[in-house]
């Protein structure tokens, strides 16, 4: 009873401490009345899978991207392929996406106290936040209310940023989504956590150019020797949410080529000096960015349904 009563007092905290997130027909009450516990079962979820496995953190966050960037957050990336058509998720661009079975946990969990209610979408973009956190990264508010989204089509990934891109190239990709070029350093900077796979890098490696430092180029050969889908994490603490990736940007040790050519761009070599000095003010921007990325083409009522099952249309 006392304890019934301490749960509705933080979820009444969540949602007035929430009133300025209420952005774009999204609203921090959203499943007050509906699914009150849908957001603690989702962190309680996550805490728990990621206990077990840290290096999924940075399989949620990722999720979060793929399924933003194309489409709109609409879980538009948790969609199966059918025999009709092949799903945005079979793409050779979902690039080893992981962590589905988390979004999956937390649903089944979700439909047995409120079937019907709490969309796949906003799973994603809850258990993304609450990845970050878990991995000692900054906490951020997410309202709630999204729609889950009837189309995932393989082509469609073809809108996903390539590790190919230079700077002006990002900065363009991106603003056309509305993030300025800070966004696009910031977010970026989720490649603290986890790791590239050898396809995703070795083409810089045949000629090493200036940017790359010569001993890390060694490294990465190194790790190229194990094959295409040898791993390397990004920096030094791969499951650890810091701006350790900046300090290696400036050690001329990143991994991908659109790591390394954030700080040889004079467009936004400074952002990484800033974030690499001050870890402080890459959280800050981080959350902004992130909440700007959970709430990009949401699909609103009609405009979509709320899945029973993630992986497949009502
Ligand atoms: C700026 C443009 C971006 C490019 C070109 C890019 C590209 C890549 C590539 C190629 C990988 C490695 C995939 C593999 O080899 O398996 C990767 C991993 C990753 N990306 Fe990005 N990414 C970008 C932005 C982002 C953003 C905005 C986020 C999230 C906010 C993000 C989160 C991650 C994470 C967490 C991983 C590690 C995944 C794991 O260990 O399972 N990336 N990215
Ligand atoms: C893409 O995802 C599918 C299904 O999850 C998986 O079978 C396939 O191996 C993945 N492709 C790559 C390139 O990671
Ligand atoms: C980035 O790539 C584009 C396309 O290849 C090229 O036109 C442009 O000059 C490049 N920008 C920089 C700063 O290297």
Do not use: W
Not at 135 to 156: C, L, M, T, V
Request: neutral net charge; proline residues 4%; contains cysteine.
């Amino acid at each position: 009873m006392v304890r019934a009563n301490l749960l509705s007092v933080i979820m009444l905290m969540h949602v007035i401490i929430g009133l300025p997130y209420n952005v774009k027909g999204l609203s921090m009450g959203y499943y007050l009345m509906s699914c009150p516990a849908a957001e603690q079962i989702v962190t309680n979820t996550v805490n728990n899978a990621l206990q077990a496995d840290p290096t999924l953190a940075a399989g949620l966050i990722r999720m979060l991207f793929h399924d933003c960037f194309i489409e709109g957050c609409d879980a538009s990336i948790l969609l199966d392929s059918t025999k009709d058509n092949t799903a945005e998720k079979d793409s050779p661009a979902n690039l080893s996406l992981r962590g589905y079975e988390i979004i999956d946990d937390a649903k089944k969990k979700i439909e047995a106290r409120c079937p019907g209610v709490v969309s796949c979408a906003d799973i994603i973009a809850m258990a993304a936040r609450d990845a970050v956190f878990s991995a000692n990264g900054p906490y951020y508010q997410i309202p709630k209310g999204r729609f889950d989204g009837k189309r995932s089509k393989i082509e469609d990934t073809r809108n996903l940023p390539s590790p190919f891109l230079n700077a002006s190239q990002l900065i363009q990709t991106f603003g056309q989504r509305g993030f300025t070029p800070q966004d696009v350093v910031a977010l970026s900077g989720a490649h603290t956590l986890g790791v590239a796979r050898c396809s995703s890098f070795k083409a810089r490696l045949t000629t090493p150019d200036s940017s790359m430092d010569s001993s890390f180029v060694t490294t990465l050969t190194k790790t190229c020797s194990a094959g295409d889908n040898a791993e390397q994490p990004f920096d030094a603490t791969r499951n650890n949410f810091d701006n350790a990736y900046f300090n290696a940007l400036q050690r001329k040790s990143g991994v991908l080529f659109s790591d390394q050519t954030l700080s040889n761009t004079p467009a936004t070599r400074n952002i990484v000096n800033g974030y690499a000095f001050n870890q402080a003010k890459f959280f800050f921007d981080f959350q902004m960015a992130m909440q700007k990325m959970s709430n990009l083409d949401v699909k609103l009522g009609s405009q979509g349904e709320v899945r029973k099952n993630c992986r497949i249309l009502n």
